[in-house]
């Protein structure tokens, strides 16, 4: 005697053989077929046969990122499978294939890095049968970085005020930039915007750290005929396209009355 299992064998012929007790005894034989009907003992397996970990934010929706192959062993409705998302809130869903018992896993909308870099996705696979029994399979994807947003100034416009005793190749101020993507994307370099105006001379007097936004004076101001200036300083990104944006340096200056610091804008 042993266990049925309808999965490895659905039905069973016997055959049956009768025969009397006389003296020249008869016999009779008959075959009888045996039909194992099926329960739902087995639940759904999934399988992700090609998986992208990782895809890039600026996907377009319908993008695939995983084919997903579901399989059950039992039959009829038993064998019928449902296969869905856990969390509807997640910008991708399932899409059945042509192919019988397999799904594409695409982008249902726009992705953004900076807004969520990473997705755990929960694919549930159910059966039809009394009671329905059921499989999950979580699987992590991750979005990409792509440079698609500029470096942004901490202030806009800046205005410093200097003195005209200031020290030739010290720091006189400094402007800083952030970007919100990341690694290459997000690595800064600042320059001076020099245009051939009376105000872009003036910043050639002028030198900025390149890497911190540290702003040089290469010789001492004179405010006697210079009351004020402005100059615009460049921050660029390094992505693939770079990303760039300005901002503009107002400058004054101050000055000392009896060891109190004045500021004076235009006088």
């Known amino acids: 005697m042993g266990l049925i299992n309808y999965e490895e064998?659905?039905?069973y012929e016997i055959e049956v053989e009768a025969s009397d007790k006389g003296f020249a005894p008869l016999t009779t034989e008959k075959s009888v077929i045996i039909k194992i009907v099926d329960v739902n003992d087995n639940a759904p397996e999934i399988e992700v046969t090609s998986f992208s970990s990782s895809?890039?934010?600026d996907s377009r929706p319908g993008t695939t990122v995983a084919?997903?192959?579901v399989n059950d062993l039992d039959s009829g409705l038993n064998g019928k499978i449902i296969c869905s998302i856990g969390d509807d809130d997640v910008p991708f869903a399932l899409s059945p294939s042509l192919q019988d018992k397999m799904y594409s896993l695409v982008t249902k909308s726009p992705l953004d890095r900076e807004k969520q870099s990473q997705y755990f996705i929960t694919?549930?696979?159910k059966d039809a049968g009394q009671p329905p029994l059921s499989s999950e399979k979580t699987i992590s994807v991750v979005v990409s970085d792509v440079n698609d947003n500029s470096p942004e100034f901490s202030l806009s416009p800046y205005t410093f005020y200097v003195t005209e005793t200031n020290e030739p190749g010290a720091s006189v101020f400094s402007v800083k930039a952030f970007d919100h993507d990341e690694n290459e994307n997000a690595r800064i370099s600042y320059h001076i915007l020099r245009d051939g105006s009376e105000d872009s001379k003036v910043a050639s007097f002028l030198n900025i750290n390149s890497?911190?936004?540290d702003i040089m004076a290469l010789k001492s101001f004179d405010f006697e005929t210079l009351k004020?200036?402005?100059f615009h300083v460049v921050a660029s990104d390094s992505g693939t396209p770079p990303l760039s944006s300005n901002?503009?340096?107002n400058v004054?200056?101050?000055f000392i009355v009896k060891n109190t610091a004045c500021f004076c804008w235009g006088c």
Do not use: C, M, W
């Open 247 to 249: 901002v503009t340096v």
């Open 55 to 57: 895809i890039p934010e």
């Open 252 to 254: 004054g200056k101050t």
């Open 67 to 69: 084919l997903i192959s």
């Open 123 to 125: 694919i549930t696979a």
């Open 228 to 230: 004020t200036f402005q």
């Open 9 to 11: 064998k659905d039905r």
């Open 211 to 213: 890497e911190n936004g």
